[in-house]
């Protein structure tokens, strides 16, 4: 079966430049999670989605980044006027469910964004 | 403040058994969850759970803020990073910064 998948794979873009970044979760899964990893850094929690509402936005860096979800499926990670330090991994995960903590989160293979 | 920590390296040789430590500072986490991350691709989970469990040459120890992932048998193959994590009730993963297992032949 499909697991998750994020597109593009690979974004370059200039700095200032807005980018949306695009995970399409397994069919079914109800949580959705957007991670963040910079070079040499683990994975930094950005947002989760249960449904299409986002209970936690706690790990968004600035006002520049936000996400939404659409029909309980696809969501879209947007980064207005990109800096420098916005160039990461951005990996997206979706679970069943959120409650109990205890689900597996099924990763895609992330998009690699890089801010000239 | 909510931390993971583990090691950023660990050096092996083939065959042998592999232990990398994790411990945290998550305030209401009780499960741990432990994955293998090759570069590129999606993170992919291993073992998982708020108690000892094993699947297949992975095996993990568990303690109330700490937990070991074993790899048994290690091979080449098994070079990656390997991530441990935390969640709580919200099913928000806390993740450390990644071990990268080196195995020489």
């Known amino acids: 079966g499909a697991g998750v998948s994020q597109s593009p794979s690979n974004k370059v873009t200039e700095k200032g430049k807005d980018v949306e970044l695009r995970c399409d979760p397994i069919?079914?899964?109800?949580?959705l999670y957007w991670y963040r990893q910079s070079l040499g850094q683990g994975l930094e929690f950005l947002i989760y989605f249960q449904g299409n509402s986002a209970p936690d936005k706690s790990g968004l860096p600035s006002d520049r980044f936000s996400a939404e979800r659409t029909g309980g499926s696809v969501s879209t990670l947007t980064i207005q006027r990109t800096q420098q330090e916005d160039s990461a991994v951005y990996l997206c995960?979706?679970?069943?469910?959120?409650?109990?903590?205890?689900?597996?989160?099924?990763f895609g293979p992330g998009t690699r964004l890089t801010v000239l | 403040k909510d931390q993971v920590f583990q090691p950023s390296t660990v050096a092996s040789s083939e065959g042998a058994v592999v232990e990398i430590f994790c411990n945290h500072s998550?305030?209401?986490?009780?499960?741990f969850f432990w994955y293998l991350h090759f570069p590129g691709c999606a993170p992919r989970l291993l073992v998982k759970g708020s108690k000892p469990s094993q699947q297949g040459r992975y095996n993990m120890t568990y303690e109330r803020f700490s937990s070991s992932l074993l790899i048994l048998q290690v091979r080449e193959a098994d070079a990656a990073v390997y991530y441990c994590?935390?969640?709580?009730?919200?099913?928000?993963?806390?993740f450390g910064q990644g071990t990268t297992l080196q195995v020489k032949p």
């Open positions: 998550v305030s209401n986490a009780y499960n």
């Open positions: 995960a979706s679970s069943p469910r959120t409650s109990g903590g205890y689900n597996e989160q099924f």
């Open positions: 994590a935390c969640s709580s009730n919200t099913g928000k993963l806390i």
């Open positions: 069919s079914g899964h109800t949580a």
